[in-house]
């Protein structure tokens, strides 16, 4: 059954750097986004990334955050100067089409910001 | 202020057990409402529920929806161990993004 795959599965970084999280979505999905996870909280969507361009983001999305889709396969995640409260588990999903609200999810990659 | 509720929060049950949860929504342009499980990382999915009052079901899983009182329930028959988890309720918004709920957390004992 196809997967979504995230890069790295554990992420440990110094408050203040760059992180790049990194997702293959399913090869014939059209539409994208990520999604975080506090340890203990509710799921928390994050952006949705449809046609190279962003389609909706939340208010969590500011400006420390970027996405981009660079060679067609890759969807990435960036958080240009990470904060303690970054610390998460993040969820990359596709979907095919607008007809199917079923997301398929990664199996995520936990960040923790020290 | 769109969101989703859960109930109860945890529940621990023994195998055999049949148990309801339960989600409350209030959520502009609502589009569909999903259940997940979610074990050690990944949620995975579990139904999609549209229309109201159709039971959607695989195998010892039911769910169904009421879009006039906006809520729909899990139902979970002859628990087993494996059916330990926290079970998310999310609403699909617009065309793009899902709310979810805090979840369920259930746990099934031997």
């Known amino acids: 059954e196809p997967e979504v795959t995230q890069t790295p599965s554990h992420q440990v970084t110094q408050m203040g750097q760059e992180v790049i999280l990194r997702c293959v979505p399913i090869s014939n999905h059209l539409y994208f986004y990520w999604y975080r996870q506090i340890l203990g909280q509710k799921v928390e969507f994050l952006v949705s990334f449809y046609n190279n361009e962003i389609s909706e983001k939340s208010e969590i999305f500011d400006d420390q955050f970027s996405v981009e889709r660079p060679d067609g396969s890759n969807f990435t995640l960036k958080i240009r100067s990470t904060k303690l409260e970054d610390s998460a588990m993040y969820f990359c999903?596709?979907?095919?089409?607008?007809?199917?609200?079923?997301?398929?999810f990664g199996s995520g990659t936990r960040l923790t910001v020290v | 202020e769109d969101k989703v509720v859960q109930s109860p929060l945890s529940l621990v049950v023994h195998e055999g057990d049949t148990v309801t949860l339960n989600c409350s929504y209030e959520?502009?342009?609502?589009?569909?409402l999903l259940w997940y499980k979610q074990e050690k990382k990944a949620p995975t999915f579990l139904f999609m529920l549209?229309?109201?009052?159709i039971e959607k079901k695989s195998g010892r899983l039911s769910s169904i929806l009421d879009k006039k009182e906006l809520f729909s329930i899990l139902n979970i028959t002859a628990t087993q161990t494996g059916d330990s988890a926290i079970y998310l309720c999310a609403v699909a918004s617009g065309t793009y993004k899902y709310i979810f709920g805090t979840g369920t957390r259930l746990k099934v004992l031997a």
């Open positions: 999903a596709s979907r095919k089409d607008l007809a199917n609200y079923g997301y398929t």
């Open positions: 549209t229309s109201s009052g």
């Open positions: 959520v502009t342009n609502f589009r569909s």
